[in-house]
T-cell receptor, first 114, second 110 residues
Framework: NAGVTQTPKFQVLKTGQSMTLQCAQD?????MSWYRQDPGMGLRLIHY???????DQGEVPNGYNVSRSTTEDFPLRLLSAAPSQTSVYFC?????????????FGDGTRLSIL | TQLLEQSPQFLSIQEGENLTVYCNSS?????LQWYRQEPGEGPVLLVT?????EVKKLKRLTFQFGDARKDSSLHITAAQPGDTGLYLC??????????FGRGTSLIVHP
């Protein structure tokens, strides 16, 4: 059982480039989310989805787009990379939109913008 | 935005010592979770506390939710090197957008 799989694990981009961070889960979870983790800042929610076809903004959505065409996949797109987006990105999923359900996190994508 | 303040930010101790990590807020949370994150990995849920005054134990780890549901603590007894990691608390205020604290980085030396 793979759980939450994030690809790539590492990426270096130049300012202005675009890319998509992939996230897939095989647990049939309805709720999926993207966080960024910066030193001393904890985890900040970027976007989330409560089911296929439904997405919403989190705390820090600017510069990022998401889509949820299937239950399994929740890609995060950087439209025009900026150095401020250098961070570690985590995708998470949980069975339903209930905070008491545990969120399952992937191992992260480490992204550097030059 | 509901804020969660974690303290201390860093903790470096010897194997066998006891420690307590705090998670405080001026806001009331309906529930609160504690996660542990090891280097190069995502956070893993340790416990969820829901009721004010609740105490939960997970082997050498004891979690407490404050009576007013504004704060929580994590106590580790006889710390071991395997306890090393980043400890994060996360609160839910009713909107299902969880708020994470900045974390406490714990190093336990053999």
């Amino acid at each position: 059982n793979a759980g939450v799989t994030q690809t790539p694990k590492f990426q270096v981009l130049k300012t202005g480039q675009s890319m998509t961070l992939q996230c897939a889960q095989d647990m049939n979870h309805e709720y999926m989310s993207w966080y960024r983790q910066d030193p001393g800042m904890g985890l900040r929610l970027i976007h989330y989805s409560v089911g296929a076809g439904i997405t919403d903004q989190g705390e820090v959505p600017n510069g990022y787009n998401v889509s949820r065409s299937t239950t399994e996949d929740f890609p995060l797109r950087l439209l025009s990379a900026a150095p401020s987006q250098t961070s570690v990105y985590f995708c998470a999923s949980s069975p339903q939109t209930d905070f008491n359900q545990p969120q399952h996190f992937g191992d992260g994508t480490r992204l550097s913008i030059l | 935005t509901q804020l969660l303040e974690q303290s201390p930010q860093f903790l470096s101790i010897q194997e066998g010592e006891n420690l307590t990590v705090y998670c405080n807020s001026s806001s009331v949370f309906s529930s609160l979770q504690w996660y542990r994150q090891e280097p190069g990995e995502g956070p893993v849920l340790l416990v969820t506390v829901v009721t004010g005054g609740e105490v939960k134990k997970l082997k050498r780890l004891t979690f407490q939710f404050g009576d007013a549901r504004k704060d929580s603590s994590l106590h580790i007894t006889a710390a071991q090197p395997g306890d090393t990691g980043l400890y994060l608390c996360a609160g839910e205020g009713g909107s299902y957008i969880p708020t994470f604290g900045r974390g406490t980085s714990l190093i336990v030396h053999p």
